[in-house]
């Protein structure tokens, strides 16, 4: 998996066998999202790289990140549910998730029109990181294993998606990793259950 935002939109992520190949994701929308680089930058954000994509940061808080797949590329937000989205451009990851918090690109075009509203809902992000502020709690959501606590940490892709997950499915991951004896069976079973969790399933869902 890469270190460095440069391999990103140069040879991809590292996690699959199309990295640095013409098939990657990240070549099929090259220039989509070096725009989408540039407007981040732009914006004043930090340039990290978690869990092999671009994710741009402030006041140390995840603000937002960069994906790529073979049909589309996105740009998705961090602590969504603060946002007010007026031009209603935020979609949600998948059916089952609470809150809209990822924009949906299909050319370069298409980032450089919508590069004001970008910009702006960034702004609205950073301030909302520099005040502290955070969404409130969904009622009814369950106290994490320190191993899914870590993973979510380490991987904000993933934490993207666990928190967009309604409080029952949350639950069904809690209950899932509760029957471990062992952190490390728990580590295992999160790694497992890790795309589960991004197609916004719960944990027996198919």
Not at 14 to 26: L, Q
Not at 87 to 100: C, I, M, S, Y
């Amino acid at each position: 998996m890469i270190e460095a935002a440069d391999d990103y939109f140069t040879k991809g992520c590292g996690r699959c066998d199309r990295f640095d190949t013409e098939a990657c994701a990240t070549r099929i929308w090259a220039e989509g999202l070096a725009r989408l680089r540039a407007i981040c930058r732009s914006a004043g954000l930090e340039e990290t790289v978690r869990w092999g994509q671009p994710c741009y940061r402030h006041a140390g808080r995840n603000i937002a990140i960069i994906g790529a797949f073979r049909d589309r590329f996105v740009l998705g937000f961090f602590d969504a549910a603060l946002l007010q989205d007026p031009e209603h451009v935020l979609d949600k990851p998948g059916p089952n998730t609470r809150h809209a918090n990822t924009i949906r690109f299909e050319s370069a075009d298409q980032v450089e029109r919508t590069a004001p509203i970008l910009l702006a809902y960034l702004a609205e992000a950073v301030a909302h990181a520099e005040a502290g502020r955070r969404p409130p709690r969904a009622s009814g959501s369950p106290d994490l294993p320190d191993e899914l606590v870590e993973a979510l940490d380490d991987d904000p892709a993933l934490a993207t998606a666990f928190h967009a997950l309604t409080p029952g499915r949350q639950r069904s991951y809690v209950i899932a990793l509760s029957g471990a004896k062992t952190a490390q069976t728990r580590r295992r079973r999160i790694a497992k259950f890790r795309d589960r969790i991004i197609e916004g399933k719960g944990a027996h869902e198919r």
